[in-house]
Nanobody
Framework: QVQLVESGGGLVQAGGSLRLSCVASGRTFNSLGMGWFRQAPGKEREFVAAISRTGGTIYAASVMGRFTISRDNAKSTVYLQMNRLKPEDTAVYYC???????????????WGQGTQVTVSS
């Protein structure tokens, strides 16, 4: 089993920044790939970013150049640095874990509880 605990969500004005964190436990962290997804009311859960066990990254086109995913293996933590936020970024953000990473939510076996990000205009 893998447990994921998220933090860092909140309310921010358009153009501002937030950093989300997700701490993993229950399995050796460096054996896991990590992803971030988001879901707004009435919409499907969508891919945001992912980082592999070896540090390779992939991003959704809508966030590329604004968001950065990173990991700190010593702290068993994955981060999502979000800059130049837009109102359309408003959603519940979830972290997810699996041995490999993809852009499909259904692939991931483990999920965090979600944290709300609200961007005002």
């Amino acid at each position: 089993q893998v447990q994921l605990v998220e933090s860092g969500g909140g309310l921010v004005q358009a153009g501002g920044s937030l950093r989300l964190s997700c701490v993993a436990s229950g399995r050796t962290f460096n054996s896991l790939g990590m992803g971030w997804f988001r879901q707004a009311p009435g919409k499907e859960r969508e891919f945001v970013a992912a980082i592999s066990r070896t540090g390779g990254t992939i991003y959704a086109a809508s966030v590329m150049g604004r968001f950065t995913i990173s990991r700190d293996n010593a702290k068993s933590t994955v981060y999502l640095q979000m800059n130049r936020l837009k109102p359309e970024d408003t959603a519940v953000y979830y972290c997810a874990a699996d041995v490999v990473v993809t852009r499909e939510a259904g692939h991931y076996d483990y999920w965090g509880q979600g944290t709300q990000v609200t961007v005002s205009s």
